[in-house]
Nanobody
Framework: QVQLQESGPGLVKPSQTLSLTCTVS??????????WSWIRQPPGKGLEWMGA???????YYTPSLKSRTSISWDTSKNQFTVQLSSVTPEDTAVYYC????????????????WGQGTQVTVSS
């Protein structure tokens, strides 16, 4: 069973870049046909898929965040990372990393494997 764990700062100042890392255990992030996603949930709102990196290293982003988001990986550490630039208080959310076979856009916590989530607050 694949397990994921998010890590990163819980507080980011406006205009700075948010950076979170997901460490994957129980399977390789280069396993064919797996997609590794970042999803967030602002307070009082639903889940928002931000983007993903595929087993091939190809990246995909939701259009509304594409200009500010970058997803990368370190295969030697079995980790993948999201960076979100120019953050505002509207980027305050619980951020999740998740992985699934053959599925890129994850919006159902019953689908694939998810980390427990990490709260990120954008505030000065």
């Amino acid at each position: 069973q694949v397990q994921l764990q998010e890590s990163g700062p819980g507080l980011v100042k406006p205009s700075q870049t948010l950076s979170l890392t997901c460490t994957v255990s129980g399977g390789s992030i280069t396993t064919p046909y797996y997609y590794w996603s970042w999803i967030r949930q602002p307070p009082g709102k639903g889940l928002e898929w931000m983007g993903a990196i595929a087993y091939s290293g190809m990246t995909y982003y939701t259009p509304s965040l594409k200009s500010r988001t970058s997803i990368s990986w370190d295969t030697s550490k079995n980790q993948f990372t999201v960076q979100l630039s120019s953050v505002t208080p509207e980027d305050t959310a619980v951020y999740y990393c998740a992985g699934a076979l053959h599925t890129m856009v994850l919006l159902d916590r019953e689908q694939g494997s998810w980390g427990q989530g990490t709260q990120v607050t954008v505030s000065s």
